[in-house]
Each structure stands twice: as C-alpha cells, then as structure tokens.
C-alpha cells in the first residue's frame, strides 16, 4: 500500500462550485499534514497546513480525519484561478514528507 | 524575503553523460531537500540534509547520484552517468529546523531531459 493515495481526477467544475478532494495516507503515526498547490510547469506552493481540529482559510478548508486516516480539502465558490494541481503531503519521521500524486482541477467557466 | 533559488532551469543531456544541479535554500533554513518529480507523480524525496549531515537518503540510487552541502548553505546534486528513465523535474526544498515538522519551500526546480 502506497504511503499516500490521492484521487488523480482530473476534476473539471463549473465556477461557483464546491469541490472537495481526499487523500489517505497509510502511517498511522504520521503527525503533519499539508496540502500544496501546484501550477502547470511550476514548483508546489504550501496552500496550507491540516491541523487536528481543521482549519480554513478563506474559501479553502482543510480537515483531518484521524481514525480513517485520511485528509480533505474543501474549495467553495471555485474560481477560474483555482485551476490547478493540488498535493497532499504526509510527515515520515521528523521533518520529512510523503507527497501524493496530486489531484487535478479545472474549473471551467 | 528571498526564495530558494535553483540553477540551471532547464538541462537537456545525452544518456551516460553527467550533469549536476545547485540549490540555494532560504537565508537560515537549517534543512535542504532534494526531490524528483516524475510528470504525473508527486515529488519524491531522494535525499535530506540537516545543516550539513545527511537525515535521509535511502531513496537516493547512490550507483549514480551523489549530493553534498559542504557548508551547511547551499548544494549541489550530481548524477553520473545519467540514464533516459532520469528525465524529471529535479527540486530543492528548504525548511527551518526548531523541532518537529516544518512546512517546506520549494525552488522553481530544474527540468532535466536525458536523450
């Protein structure tokens, strides 16, 4: 089983739509949880950080899911821009990550 | 506040020959990351450097890639010979060291071809 498992989609939207992505990961010790944002052709940018009690930041919303292992990424009110390829990341050991193949998203007009 | 910064961009190379990269984290990052991204896949670590020691290497294929960060700054990662299935994205990654797990910044990365 892979350490990290994310839906690769892609996920084609309308804008003004809620989409939500999920992503598994396998170690139960694991401590730290991430989702990064990635652009066609460019680095991954941290989009933000997955607390145990969950966090948002503005239409974004992260949530973590301890007994079923796994991390959700909500997105409301999609826009254009949000077109993107998004990652999740898993800590192994201290400061170090598994990172999901990605999940795809276009939002069409 | 300045990036991490990486060179060359882009590299194209014949298989078997050699080619190395440089990465420079961001100022006072105690840890240095380099990943490869296969198009399609995540990034994948293959080694991690606390200050100037090696944390992890295990995913490194250490008959062909080597990397050192001889001054606890900057670094640099070596592959040699080059094979075709090497073709990827090569990325660094900083983050600072006060305990536990740290966010990581990526570099703009550079984009290998092998021929």
């Known amino acids: 089983r892979k350490e990290v498992e994310q839906d690769p989609g892609p996920f084609n939207v309308p804008e003004g739509a809620t989409v939500a992505f999920n992503c598994t990961y396998s170690?139960?010790?694991?401590?730290?949880f991430f989702w990064y944002r990635q652009d066609c052709r460019k680095e991954p940018k941290l989009l933000m950080s997955?607390?145990?009690s969950g966090n948002e930041d503005g239409r974004f919303t992260a949530q973590l899911n301890r007994a079923s292992q796994y991390i959700s990424l909500l997105i409301r009110d999609s826009k254009l821009s949000d077109s993107a390829t998004y990652l999740c990341?898993?800590?192994?050991?201290?400061?170090?990550?598994?990172f999901g193949t990605g999940t795809r998203l276009t939002v069409i007009p | 506040e300045a990036g991490v910064a990486q060179s060359p961009r882009y590299k194209i190379i014949e298989k078997r020959q050699s080619v190395a990269f440089w990465c420079n984290p961001i100022?006072?990052?105690?840890?240095l990351y380099w990943y490869q991204q296969i198009l399609g896949q995540g990034p994948k670590l293959l080694i991690q450097?606390?200050?100037?020691?090696?944390?992890?290497d295990s995913q490194l294929p250490k008959d062909r890639f080597s990397a050192e960060r001889l001054k606890g700054v900057d670094s640099t990662l070596k592959i040699q010979p080059a094979k075709l299935e090497d073709s990827a994205v090569y990325l660094c990654?900083?983050?600072?060291?006060?305990?536990?797990?740290?966010?990581?910044?990526f570099g703009p990365g550079t984009r290998l071809t092998v021929t």
């Open positions: 990654a900083s983050s600072p060291w006060v305990g536990g797990v740290n966010e990581q910044y």
């Open positions: 990341a898993v800590n192994k050991g201290a400061n170090n990550l598994f």
């Open positions: 997955v607390y145990s």
């Open positions: 170690n139960s010790a694991s401590q730290s």
């Open positions: 450097f606390q200050n100037n020691g090696v944390v992890d």
């Open positions: 100022s006072g990052h105690a840890t």
